[in-house]
């Protein structure tokens, strides 16, 4: 019987490679041409209709009947000249991938004919049936209607002949069933409590929206190896695999050349994606064998993060063209980088001002560290927030694995700015509020130098850097909606602006001068919020001592994490800024928690299968060679010579049959203890049962099985090898 790994390493070796070449070779040529952009509008729509959408897309306000038809209209016209035959809302559902339901424009009229239909009130609002989209009880399967309404601020856009709307999606009873209600809930609580910090420095600014700017990483393998392997087939990573001998120690992969088949993948997945309007502009080798980055420029966050989603879709999708499977998973292989979703995030005003950017008077200097001051602030208020909303199963494997920011969260923000904040710190002026207004504070606001841009000010372990103009997020998960962790960041900075603004106006009403008031408020956040600040390797045992001492959590599980999400406090925050409801985040809390058992119970069943139906089975017939070569030396030789030379082979044939019989008790007691938790009704105590109980089976089965990889005969091997994944391409 033949292997089916060498079958899949036949396939893999010899594939041609597909190049590409797009419609012309200047990106300005096709960018956005499959986007409903402005300037589409104007020529399908009146430019009063324009203007009025684009004036609600900006204030807000909701867009009526009359004008949803107009739009519809020109939607509709746009779509059939560009070959679309179908419409869908695009929506973001708590699976964290996307959804869709295409609908044909056909109407059937009177006369037997049919004519292409789309009406105003199809484009703002479905009913999809939601029946079987999470909601953590929120929806019950009878009443399996939820809505997805239209949201304009994100540009309509064609894919596969349809028509793509972007929608949110709430439930009958009106709770929010995806991810873009409440980021656009925490984008209008940002934009009102950032604006109003921001008229104390310039009056005329009357809006602030946030920037995301994320870089994907992602692995590539050979599809025909990627189906070789069930594990990776059914958990998108390896769960057995020895260390290759080379991986990622001589670093010769990192910004090294792209290879042929790659860099053609590349071409033809960044003209898909300028098409649709994703800015894509960096792309280059990651750390790990077969292992790539790609970042797009910028832009408005509700718009970035649905740009992400429909990148990680094109990225699947066009792989399959070049016969490769891309891995978003955040950890596809032991011993190696695993993969991030780094989000850069800032803020920046209707006048087109970086709020995170350093200005060159005194008085931007104050405006800049006002905003920064009050985001560590508000990071060090809520560090397990932000971690609860980076937590997930495959990110656990991630997350503190000594090449990714720790499961402690910190602030990194350079040695420049540290001295800045160090010496107002301890610049004259007390806690006492009437001391304090007596002195001429805003005098001592330190020049902040201009060199502060030195982009070599870095550190790449912290989980949340600054970066000169930008925090960086890099605890984010390769596979995860960056909406997730952009809602919780959004909304704390929010909240500590509301607070800022309540303690600055008390000192001004107290008769402070404005400045004065700000610097002592500044002054005392940077006091409070010292020690989440860490400058130096996030990656070393000693910052989680460190760490420790200063009173951060570390928490290095999913199950804990997200319990912070159900916190009465934490329920207030997103109650008292209207984001999520209660009902809300304890469905959220639910989904997450049954997700992250579903992960686990499924990893733990493949891992099962394969031990005993693949990797045991392997073992025996590699043992039962060696014994027949022992019996047979047994007959040849006399027996002292005999006794001599089989020592090895006896060992041999005893440590495999040590490793089988310790795989197979361990199989047999995952699947009892499996047995005990699927019993179990709460769920909370389910997600703590697979963590804490069954997970750790997967290491002790794992090294044994990777001995194996090592003892048995490489043509038997069924599995394609980590040396074969990596390296072929
Ligand atoms: P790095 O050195 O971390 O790779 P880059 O300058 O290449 O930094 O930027 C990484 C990402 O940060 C890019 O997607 C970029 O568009 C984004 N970025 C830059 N400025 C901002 C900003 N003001 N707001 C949000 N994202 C930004
Ligand atoms: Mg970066």
């Not at 070959?83 to 009229?109: C, M, N, Q, R, V």
């Not at 207004?437 to 841009?453: M, R, V």
């Not at 997020?473 to 962790?485: I, N, T």
Request: hydrophobic share 40%.
């Amino acid at each position: 019987m033949s292997n089916i790994r060498f079958k899949a390493l036949e396939i893999a070796i010899s594939r041609n490679k597909r190049s590409f070449i797009a419609s012309s070779h200047k990106v300005s040529d096709y960018f956005g041409e499959l986007t409903f952009n402005q300037s589409v509008m104007r020529e399908y729509m009146p430019k009063e209709a324009v203007d009025r959408l684009m004036s609600s897309v900006n204030s807000g306000e909701k867009i009526d009947r009359e004008l949803a038809d107009q739009v519809a209209a020109a939607l509709k016209g746009w779509a059939i000249a560009k070959g679309a035959s179908h419409y869908t809302h695009w929506f973001h559902p708590l699976t964290g991938s996307t959804a869709e339901k295409h609908d044909s424009f056909i109407f059937p009229t009177a006369d037997g004919k049919a004519i292409e239909n789309f009406r105003g009130d199809e484009l703002i609002q479905q009913e999809p049936d939601a029946s079987s989209f999470p909601s953590g009880g929120i929806r019950n399967t009878f009443e399996a209607r939820g809505y997805t309404a239209w949201d304009p601020t994100s540009t309509a856009f064609i894919m596969d002949d349809t028509l793509c709307i972007p929608t949110i999606f709430v439930s009958y009873t009106g709770e929010a069933l995806d991810y873009k209600t409440p980021m656009l809930k925490t984008l209008h609580a940002l934009d009102k409590e950032a604006t109003a910090v921001c008229k104390y420095f310039d009056p005329s600014v009357t809006k602030v929206i946030a920037t995301l700017g994320w870089e994907q990483e992602y692995f590539l393998v050979d599809t025909a190896l990627f189906h070789a392997r069930p594990d990776m087939a059914l958990t998108g990573r390896t769960l057995f695999g020895h260390a290759s001998a080379k991986d990622q120690q001589l670093s010769d992969h990192y910004f090294g050349t792209i290879p042929e088949r790659v860099m053609d993948f590349m071409k033809e997945f960044e003209y898909e994606a300028h098409r649709l309007g994703i800015p894509v502009k960096t792309r280059h080798n990651e750390v790990a064998p077969n292992q790539f980055e790609c970042a797009p420029v910028f832009e408005e966050a509700n718009v970035a993060v649905d740009h992400n989603q429909l990148l990680m879709h094109i990225l699947e999708k066009v792989a399959k063209r070049h016969n490769m499977t891309v891995l978003l998973h955040e950890k596809p292989y032991l011993g190696i980088n695993g993969s991030g979703k780094h989000n850069n995030w800032s803020l920046s005003t209707n006048k087109g001002e970086n709020l995170l950017s350093p200005g060159k008077t005194p008085e931007s200097h104050l405006q800049f560290l006002t905003f920064l001051v009050n985001i560590i602030k508000a990071v060090d208020q809520h560090a397990d927030l932000l971690r609860s909303n980076v937590a997930s199963a495959s990110n656990d494997l991630r997350l503190g694995a000594n090449e990714a920011p720790p499961a402690i969260m910190s602030v990194f923000i350079g040695s420049q700015l540290s001295h800045v904040l160090d010496e107002i710190e301890k610049s004259g002026g007390s806690q006492n509020k009437s001391k304090a207004l007596n002195e001429p504070t805003a005098l001592n606001i330190p020049k902040i130098p201009e060199i502060l841009l030195d982009n070599t000010d870095r550190n790449r372990t912290s989980p949340f850097a600054f970066t000169g103009d930008k925090f960086e997020f890099r605890a984010v998960g390769s596979s995860m909606s960056c909406a997730k962790p952009m809602i919780a960041l959004n909304l704390i900075v929010a909240d500590q602006l509301k607070k800022f603004r309540y303690e600055v106006d008390l000192l001004i009403s107290a008769g402070a001068p404005k400045e004065d008031a700000i610097y002592q408020v500044i002054k005392r956040y940077i006091t409070e919020s010292n020690r989440i600040r860490f400058e130096g390797n996030s990656y070393s045992d000693d910052w989680a001592m460190e760490a420790e001492q200063r009173g951060l959590s570390n928490i290095p599980s999913t199950p804990e994490a997200i319990r912070v999400m159900v916190k009465p406090e934490i329920i207030r925050l997103y109650e008292e800024h209207n984001i999520l409801t209660e009902r809300e985040l304890l469905a959220r809390y639910d989904i997450n928690l049954e997700n992250y058992i579903k992960k686990v119970q499924i990893e733990s069943r493949v891992m099962g299968d394969l031990s005993i139906n693949h990797i045991i089975p392997t073992a025996i017939r590699y043992q039962n060679t060696l014994i027949d070569n022992v019996t047979g030396l047994k007959e040849v030789l006399d027996n002292k010579t005999f006794v001599k030379l089989s020592n090895n082979q006896m060992q041999n044939i005893k440590e495999i049959s040590e490793h089988i019989s310790i795989i197979r008790t361990l199989v047999y007691e995952m699947v009892e203890c499996r047995k005990v938790a699927n019993k179990m009704e709460n769920v909370e105590e389910k997600a703590n049962e697979y963590n804490q109980k069954i997970l750790p089976y997967f290491e002790k089965i794992r090294y044994h099985v990777d001995k194996l990889e090592l003892l048995v005969d490489d043509e038997l091997w069924p599995l394609p090898k980590y040396r074969e994944l990596l390296f072929i391409r």
